[in-house]
């Protein structure tokens, strides 16, 4: 077995636990480990999508869809990350940055910045360069002290 297949076994090897070893169920678990897994290489943001598609494949009904999705696919997805988040994201930014700018909420607040030392300081009572109108002092050059 190849190193991706032995990863995939450990990473299965809690539903294969939780099965009676019937091929069938054992099938199962595979399915859905495979599926966990490769909802964990998704972006975050696209995770849900996938989650719920993959409940919709099992035609399962309301309950037991949820019991699936807290006690299964959440978990299964957690377990990827800890087991392979730190491989797949290794020419990113470590994980404790990325895990730190995700808390910041970067989607809001990382594009509303103006743009760094890029140009030359204002003036305090210069017109702001984000062109609100205001004056510098009561613009951009407060929001930049208060952060
Ligand atoms: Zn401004």
Redesign the pocket.
Known sequence: MGAIADAMTAYAQPLIDETDGSPEKMQMALTTAMACWNIGTLPEDERQAAIDSFADSLGLDESARRGLHDDVLVPMIRRYDEMFGQAFQSRGPRRSDWKSTLELGWDSNLEAK?PKDQAPKPGRYDP???N?G?K?KF??ER?SRAR
């Open positions: 103006p702001c360069p984000c609100s205001k510098y613009c951009c929001a």
